[in-house]
């Protein structure tokens, strides 16, 4: 990971679209099936969409029914932290971006066999980036 990105929430609200900021800044979440990444096949590698850090590979990504990108697996243990989160009533994990502390998502304890995790993920946090 590059080094850590630090802004005001001003300068995070003038740079990014109006929903990427609310799900990132503002711990927001889209509708089940309304984004842009929650049915995606394509191999390439999605990043952070505040910062660029790459975040997760499409190799992991696997359909949970869930209506939300899923993955099994960030691209490295280091791209994202987990943060204790207990508001709506619910007590649940956070996942943030390491680099520049933006809301991604939430991980579960449901996945696939192979880690047993369910990172589900927004995909207003998100930009995909095509493999070559
Ligand atoms: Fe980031």
Known sequence: MKGKIEKSDAQWRKELAPEVYRVTREKGTEFAFSGRYWASKEPGAYLCAACGEELFRSGDKYDSGSGWPSFSAPADAAAVAEKPDQ??????????????????????????????LRYCINSAALDFQEQD
């Open 87 to 116: 508001s709506h009533g619910m007590i649940r994990t956070e996942v943030v971006c390491s680099r520049c502390d933006s809301h991604l998502g939430h991980v579960f304890p449901d996945g696939p066999p192979e880690t047993g």
